[in-house]
């Protein structure tokens, strides 16, 4: 019985041991990169009444460099009431899409980002 005892824990640091170093030989690999990303697009306005406006954009951005592709769309609408001169309090309706994605040998990833919905502008 002894002899069972001594095995069992014997193994059972074995087995900690193994999952121990398996765990020490994971890798983490952080790449911070801030590069602005210019983005074609339109731009209107058109004063409705003298305090009242409406507005527009569509941005749009498509770019693959190597094992690496994205995109980024973002479509606007709104409206803006001006209270003063210099401000004006608007509901506006958006859409966003982010895309990131990485093809490599043996591993390949992606990143979405999607919005879209109403939003108050100032």
Not at 54 to 66: M, N
Not at 97 to 122: C, H, Q, T
Request: charged share 20%; proline share 3%; hydrophobic share 45%.
């Amino acid at each position: 019985m002894r002899w069972i005892k001594t095995c069992s824990k014997r193994a059972a640091a074995l087995v900690g041991a193994l999952l121990t170093s398996a765990l020490w030989q994971a890798t983490t690999r952080v790449k911070k990169v801030f590069a602005p990303l210019p983005t074609v697009g339109l731009f209107g306005t058109w004063q409705v009444a003298p305090r009242l406006e409406a507005s527009g954009r569509v941005d749009y951005l498509s770019l693959k460099i190597k094992d690496y592709d994205g995109k980024l769309v973002n479509v606007q609408a709104g409206l803006n009431y001006r209270v003063f001169e210099h401000l004006a309090l608007g509901v506006a309706c958006r859409y966003v899409d982010y895309r990131l994605g990485i093809e490599k040998y043996a591993w390949s990833g992606r990143v979405r980002y999607k919005m879209n919905g109403p939003a108050l502008v100032f």
